[in-house]
């Protein structure tokens, strides 16, 4: 079980009367759970995406994260869950009624996030593309464009009323790796950086040169078309910004400018911003 934890705040976590909201965002590769009190992320855990895993063995899991910072299940006084993965939705929202006791909220395209779904088919709008959009409104404005670094790379636009209309899905970097890697005889994996040259000197710097720097090119390509399109359908204004969040989110910045900023927490600033809108009394 491949699990990460971080605790920005430590001594925050030590007091015994803390409760909080736990956010669960449920990735295909990664579930990224989040404990805030007081407009902060107390503590940020993650564990790997297993499918057929028991809400048992989940609520273990929740409860070994919660004792690592001296917590119990009593910490925890609301839950909201973003997922795309229809069998772990079920399963945390059954952990939640009978592990904490919560009536977990679960957002769909039919949740108050704060901002409309003006696509096509609603139902069919993820809802980590729909929390991120609703984050980005809540924190930073719109127009916009929300790229997320994950097992996909999605391009998601947030039009300048606020409302989300929809985007771009291509294969994440390790996704597109891994598939060069399966389907070829001689090619292995290699780390994703940036090599010495474009022009690769040896297979390795060959494959990361086409793997990163084609990969900065597609992120490129997208913003200069989906910017392009904005302006066209009337979904832009004067500027229009370019937020990425997502595992590879800092290093591609770093080599592109168009980039405006990186949101580390974008998903779980998402469902929190739309829990409280759904629960005006809550203060966490």
């Known amino acids: 079980m491949a699990l990460a934890q971080s605790i920005t705040n430590p001594a925050a976590w030590q007091s015994p009367d803390y409760s909080g909201l736990l956010a669960v965002d449920i990735g295909n590769t990664n579930i990224h759970l989040g404990l805030c009190q007081n407009g902060k992320w107390i503590i940020s855990w993650r564990a790997r995406t297993v499918v057929d ?21 009593a910490a925890v006084n609301g839950v909201i869950i973003s997922s795309v993965v229809p069998p772990l939705t079920l399963a945390f929202a059954d952990l939640s009624q009978r592990y904490l006791d919560i009536a977990p909220l679960v957002v769909t ?105 084609g990969y900065v090119s597609l992120v490129e390509g997208m913003i200069v078309r989906l910017k392009a399109a904005m302006q066209a359908q009337g979904f832009g204004g004067d500027t229009i910004k370019v937020i990425a969040t997502g595992g590879l989110a800092s290093l591609i910045r770093q080599h592109t400018s168009v980039i405006d900023l990186i949101a580390p927490e974008l998903t779980l600033e998402g469902l929190k911003a739309i829990y409280e809108l759904n629960h005006q009394s809550a203060e966490f």
């Open 53 to 73: 895993k028991m809400p048992d063995e989940y609520a273990v899991l929740l409860r070994n994260f919660l004792g690592s910072a001296d917590l119990t299940y």
């Open 109 to 213: 395209h039919k949740t108050n996030t704060g901002i409309r779904v003006e696509i096509d088919q609603p139902a069919q709008a993820g809802a980590d593309r729909i929390v991120n959009s609703a984050a980005v409104v809540a924190l930073y404005g719109a127009p916009a464009i929300v790229i997320d670094f994950g097992t996909a790379t999605t391009f998601d636009i947030v039009s300048a009323d606020g409302a989300y209309r929809g985007g771009a899905i291509a294969p994440g970097i390790s996704v597109a790796l891994d598939a060069l890697v399966s389907r070829t005889a001689r090619l292995h994996q290699v780390d994703i950086v940036p090599p010495p040259s474009a022009i690769g000197g040896n297979t390795i710097h060959a494959m990361q040169s086409g793997i990163f720097w």
